[in-house]
C-alpha cells in the first residue's frame, strides 16, 4: 500500500528517557512533516523537511530533534522527555511542486506517546 | 499570524440531513484550504483541497466552499450517513507549506 507510516503505534515511557519515532512515505514525496496533537486535540506543526532540509521549524524545545536520512524518512527523537510531551504525534508528507503554492499534506496515523 | 476556529465544536444530527460546518480563518491571504477526517484514534484523511484561486471542490456527498474575502470556508456534507459520525478538521496554509488548524468539528449521525 502507499501511504505514509508511523512506529510505534503507542509508546509508553517514563518521565527522563530519550525515545524516537520513526516516519516513512513510499508516495514519491520529497517534503516530510511532524504534527503534534495535545490533550484537546489542537494539531501544531513542529517541523518540515524539503529533500532532507530543514524548512519549518515551530518553536520547539532542543530536546526534540527530527532527522531526515533520505527524502522517504523522517524521525523525530525526544530527549529527557517531560509529562507535557505526552501527545499524538502526526507524520504527513506532500509533494512540492514549484508551480503552484502549496500541496496536500498525507497523514501517517499518529504515535501515542504517554509519559509517566 | 493565522488562526483558524471551527464552529460548532460539537454536531449531533439525524441520518439523511443535510448540514454544514463552517471554519473561519484570520488571514485572507491563505494560500490553500484543506479539509480532513480523523476517526477516534486514527489519522487523518483528508477529504477535499481548495486552491486559492478556487472556490469550491466536491468529493461525491461532500461539497467545499473557499471565500478568502470573508475568512470563511464550509464543508456541506449531503444527506448524512451514520458512517459520517468523526471529527472534522479544516486547515489553512499559511506560506508556501505550513498547515494551521482549526480545533475540529466532531459530527455524531444519528441512526
Known amino acids: 500500500d502507499t501511504a505514509v507510516s508511523q512506529t510505534p503505534k503507542y509508546l509508553v515511557t517514563q518521565m527522563g528517557n530519550d525515545k524516537s519515532i520513526k516516519c516513512e512515505q513510499n508516495?514519491?514525496?520529497?517534503?516530510m512533516y511532524w504534527y503534534k496533537q495535545d490533550s484537546k486535540k489542537f494539531l501544531k506543526i513542529m517541523f518540515s523537511?524539503?529533500?532532507?532540509?530543514?524548512?519549518i521549524n515551530e518553536t520547539v524545545p532542543n530536546r526534540f530533534s527530527p532527522k531526515s536520512p533520505d527524502k522517504a524518512h523522517l524521525n523525530l527523537h525526544i530527549n529527557s522527555l517531560e509529562l507535557g510531551d505526552s501527545a499524538v504525534y502526526f507524520c504527513?508528507?506532500?509533494?512540492?511542486?514549484?508551480?503552484?503554492?502549496?500541496?496536500?499534506?498525507?497523514f501517517g496515523p499518529g504515535t501515542r506517546l504517554t509519559v509517566l | 499570524k493565522q488562526e483558524v476556529t471551527q464552529i460548532p465544536a460539537a454536531l449531533s444530527v439525524p441520518e439523511g440531513e443535510n448540514l454544514v460546518l463552517n471554519c473561519s480563518f484570520t488571514d485572507s491571504a491563505i494560500y490553500n484550504l484543506q479539509w480532513f477526517r480523523q476517526d477516534p484514534g486514527k489519522g487523518l484523511t483528508s477529504l477535499l483541497l481548495?486552491?486559492?484561486?478556487?472556490r469550491e471542490q466536491t468529493s461525491g456527498r461532500l461539497n467545499a466552499s473557499l471565500d478568502k474575502s470573508s475568512g470563511r470556508s464550509t464543508l456541506y456534507i449531503a444527506a448524512s450517513q451514520p458512517g459520517d459520525s468523526a471529527t472534522y478538521l479544516c486547515?489553512?496554509?499559511?506560506?508556501?507549506?505550513?498547515?494551521?488548524f482549526g480545533q475540529g468539528t466532531r459530527l455524531t449521525i444519528n441512526p
Open positions: 504527513a508528507s506532500s509533494l512540492l511542486r514549484l508551480a503552484a503554492s502549496y500541496n496536500e499534506q498525507f
Open positions: 508516495l514519491g514525496h520529497d517534503t
Open positions: 523537511y524539503n529533500n532532507k532540509e530543514l524548512i
Open positions: 481548495i486552491q486559492s484561486s478556487q
Open positions: 486547515a489553512g496554509s499559511q506560506g508556501a507549506q505550513k498547515l494551521v
